[in-house]
């Protein structure tokens, strides 16, 4: 069971253009929604996080907007340049004292054209 | 300051094969996981370790075994390799867990490994 829906799948983008990969969780009990960034051959590495309790975070050009009643989250990325081309990840989780225990997306394949 | 080292980075295996992968970190982090990556499907948790000597199942624990004996060691264990155990595999680990807002440590990845079993 995916608790974690991720889309698109793949994205293809103009350099200068704005990215958007959404995701859609089922636990109301996540209060903790991470992007990760993966380069091929590379772990994922964390690019930017957000808390349930604001509806937009920005870093730079990387920018979540959070939709706490629709249970959605989104990231957005602006002036998209070739070196964002990598694999995104949305997660989830939830505050324990068992661990940090991500519930990752299926992961969307970001290629920005020069 | 390497980080979160994983070996080996490739292995072919025979069905029926046994093998261990190590994760080394040396952050000094309490927690580590273990996640397998197969396409489509995102990162998924098999095992995780909130300390040395303890250990706990993940999403998809059925057919590894964990054991945590330093607390920047973390090994997973495959007793007999099956083709549906090809993947990559990967390390992770975070501080453990404060307070409020700040108890969302990140998980910090090794680069992985990448295992086919025939």
């Known amino acids: 069971q995916q608790q974690v829906k991720q889309s698109p799948q793949s994205l293809i983008v103009q350099k200068g253009g704005i990215s958007i990969i959404n995701c859609a969780y089922e636990n109301t009990a996540f209060d903790y929604f991470p992007w990760y960034q993966q380069f091929p051959g590379k772990g994922p590495a964390l690019l930017i996080a957000i808390r349930p309790d604001v509806s937009e975070k920005k870093e730079g050009r990387f920018t979540i907007s959070f939709n706490k009643s629709a249970k959605q989250f989104s990231l957005h990325i602006m002036d998209s340049q070739p070196g964002d081309s990598a694999t995104y990840f949305c997660?989830?989780?939830?505050?324990?004292?068992?661990?940090?225990?991500?519930?990752f997306g299926e992961g969307t394949q970001l290629t920005v054209n020069p | 300051n390497a980080g979160v080292t994983q070996t080996p980075k490739f292995r072919v295996l025979k069905t029926g094969q046994s093998m261990t992968l190590l994760c080394a970190q040396d952050m000094n982090h309490e927690y580590m996981y273990w996640y397998r990556q197969d396409p489509g499907m995102g990162l998924r948790l098999i095992h995780y370790s909130v300390g040395e000597g303890t250990t706990a199942k993940g999403e998809v624990p059925d057919g590894y075994n964990v054991s945590r004996l330093k607390k920047q060691n973390f090994l997973l264990g495959l007793e007999s390799a099956a083709p549906s155990q090809t993947s990559v595999y990967f390390c992770?680990?975070?501080?453990?867990w404060g307070a409020g807002w700040t108890s969302n440590q990140p998980q910090h990845f090794g680069d992985g490994t990448r295992l086919s079993i025939l």
């Open positions: 992770a680990s975070s501080y453990s």
């Open positions: 997660a989830a989780s939830t505050a324990s004292t068992s661990g940090s225990r991500l519930t």
